[in-house]
């Protein structure tokens, strides 16, 4: 089993910062893929940024160049630096890990989800 537990989110004013984190724990193999996906009320989940165990990292559009992901493997935890924020910002950011099985299935865990509202 794989827990992830993300913290940092809370209310923010146009062009201020925040950093969640994401710390994980249980089952977890050596090379993975964690990140950041977020959902607002009434869109699809989108990708935010992703990192895989190598440090090779990805981000959505809407985000580049203001926010930036990062990993401590030894620590198990991934975070994502929110600067610049705007209100097509706000959503629930959900943290990601996703790993292949044995047997080469693609296994993916969510955390519960944390509230990011940007607001004046």
């Known amino acids: 089993q794989v827990q992830l537990v993300e913290s940092g989110g809370g209310l923010v004013q146009p062009g201020e910062s925040l950093r969640l984190s994401c710390k994980s724990s249980g089952s977890i193999g050596s090379v993975n893929r964690m990140g950041w996906y977020r959902q607002a009320p009434g869109k699809e989940r989108e990708l935010v940024a992703t990192v895989t165990s190598d440090g090779t990292t990805t981000y959505g559009n809407s985000v580049k160049g203001r926010f930036t992901i990062s990993r401590d493997n030894a620590k198990k935890l991934v975070t994502l630096q929110m600067n610049s924020l705007q209100p097509d910002d706000t959503a629930v950011y959900y943290c990601?890990?996703?790993?292949?099985?044995?047997?080469?299935?693609?296994?993916?865990?969510w955390g519960q989800g944390t509230q990011v509202t940007v607001s004046s």
């Open positions: 990601n890990l996703a790993q292949y099985s044995r047997i080469g299935d693609l296994i993916e865990n």
